[in-house]
Every structure is written in C-alpha cells, then in structure tokens.
C-alpha cells in the first residue's frame, strides 16, 4: 500500500518530530538537575548546625541579601547604609543569605547586565567594596554565586573568606546556626521564580522541613521580597535585597524589594521568647 503525504502534513510531522526532540532534552535536563539536587540535599543532611552561642538574653542580628556586587544595578550607597546601621546599633553578628556577587551566564542578555565580568573581577570588587563589619557577616553563596562553580569550578565564597577577615563563609545555598542551645537559625538560598503570593515561598519551604531539621528563624534570600509569617512555630522572613530592579525582572514582572532586617532575638530555656523586628526598606527615587 503507499502512502502519500501532503505538504501540510509533511510540515507537521517535522513539527512532532522536532518537539519530540526537544522534549527528550527537556527530560534529560531534568534528570541531571534532580541528580544535582539530590546530592545537594544528601550534603546539605550532613551538615552539622554551627554553634555560635551568644551571652545575654538579648542577641541582635543584622541581615542582608542579593548584593549582586558587579551588576549595573548594584547599590553601593544602600550597602554602606545598612552596615553602618548595624555596627552603630552593635549587632552581635550579621548575616548574607546569598548571592554576594552578580556571577555570570545566568539567562539570556545577563552579560548585559553585568558591570565587573569574571569572577576574580567580582571577587575583588566584593573584597574592596564591602563595608567593614565590626563584629562579624557570616554568609552562604546563592546561584548567582555558584554560577562561577558551575562554569569554572572557582568557589567565590572562598575566595571572598580568604581575603576578608571579617567574615566567615558557611557553604553553598543552606546554613544552620545555633545561636543559643535551644535556637536554631537556618539560611537559605533556594532555586525558583516569584510566587503570585508573597508568602507562598516562604509557606512552601517551611513545610518542606522535618520535625528534626526544623529552625526557629528561617532566613530567606534570592527572590527580592519582603515577607514575614510564622508558621509552625517557625518565623519565616524573606529578606530584602539591596540590588535594584533588573531588565530581567522588569520581564518577569517582578519588583524588587530593597532593604535590610535587624533581629532582636529573646531567648529562654523554651527557645525564643521574644522577636522585635526592624525592617529597613529602602525606595528609590
């Protein structure tokens, strides 16, 4: 029997065949990231909490994120405000969830968002541009950050460490700190767009943890929102960041929500007993 095809059908079937293709390397791309995650989590469930107790009942806490030192859209000004703040309020420590420098080949038209390229270029312009902290900024990388890992195999959060002897790095996307013997602070930097609803990250995430693996306080970073809940028996905040709104987020659309957190933490032997919060926003003009 022969068959016969039209024109239009024969444009058709290349069309099958052609999505066919390119929903077998859509399959094969998301193996190799469930693969990725999968060790991740498997690293991230080996990591023991950092002990890092503090006297006095009170311990205060600076916070910032998404410093994307290197981007055009950097903000130097903001920066230098929020670590002046903490160092006249005298935090006990000061936390960076992530993505301390704008890395590279993140989405398409990135490099045109890119001020300082490369990343001993954004190591160094961290380095030398990052107010000095007087008590200490511990920090995690985010995926801006670990675009370099993943590129070149170079570990920035290293490299910022080594030459900075007023912070420490604690590793790639999630930290725990145990600041006192009953409360414990997470930091994460998690992959993923924008909710429609604020809160729905934040709600996500803190139903993703264990009975056993739960923090007190869960520091957000990487999605440029402010937010606040608390939720089972977690205070769950997304912080700010200190970056101005992207082309790439103007696409989306998204806002970015710029500022900084200073935690007032109350401890007792039950946990926290007490949280006063001060948000920081910062509106551009």
Not at 98 to 105: F, P, Q, R, T
Request: charged content about 30%; some cysteine.
């Amino acid at each position: 029997m022969k068959y016969e095809l039209d024109r239009e059908g024969y444009e058709e079937k290349v069309k099958e065949i052609k999505d066919d293709s390119t929903l077998e390397k859509i399959i094969k791309n998301l193996e190799k990231e469930k693969e990725i995650l999968n060790r991740q989590v498997q690293d991230l469930s080996k990591r023991q909490p950092l002990q890092q107790h503090f006297s006095g009942k009170r311990i205060r806490i600076g916070i910032i994120s998404d410093t994307h030192k290197g981007s055009l859209y950097a903000n130097q000004n903001l920066e230098d405000s929020l670590i002046n703040y903490f160092n006249k309020s005298k935090v006990d420590v000061v936390y960076h969830v992530g993505d301390l420098v704008d890395g590279e080949k993140m989405y398409r038209g990135h490099e045109y968002e890119i001020e300082i390229p490369g990343a001993d270029a954004q190591v160094n312009h961290f380095v030398e541009t990052f107010p000095k902290v007087n008590s200490k900024m511990y920090f995690i990388i985010g995926n801006h950050d670990r675009s370099f890992w993943k590129n070149a195999g170079v570990d920035v959060g290293k490299q910022i460490a080594e030459h900075r002897d007023d912070m420490e790095y604690l590793g790639q996307d999630q930290a725990t700190i145990e600041i006192s013997s009953n409360t414990k602070i997470m930091l994460i930097h998690p992959d993923g767009g924008t909710a429609y609803a604020v809160s729905y990250k934040s709600q996500k995430l803190i139903e993703s943890f264990s009975g056993g693996e739960k923090p007190n306080i869960m520091l957000c970073g990487h999605f440029h929102k402010y937010d606040h809940i608390f939720y089972r028996n977690i205070h769950g905040f997304q912080v700010p960041t200190t970056c101005s709104q992207t082309p790439f987020m103007k696409r989306k659309p998204t806002p970015a929500i710029m500022g900084g957190l200073m935690l007032d933490v109350y401890t007792n032997k039950k946990g926290i007993d007490k949280l006063k919060i001060e948000y920081l926003p910062y509106y551009e003009t």
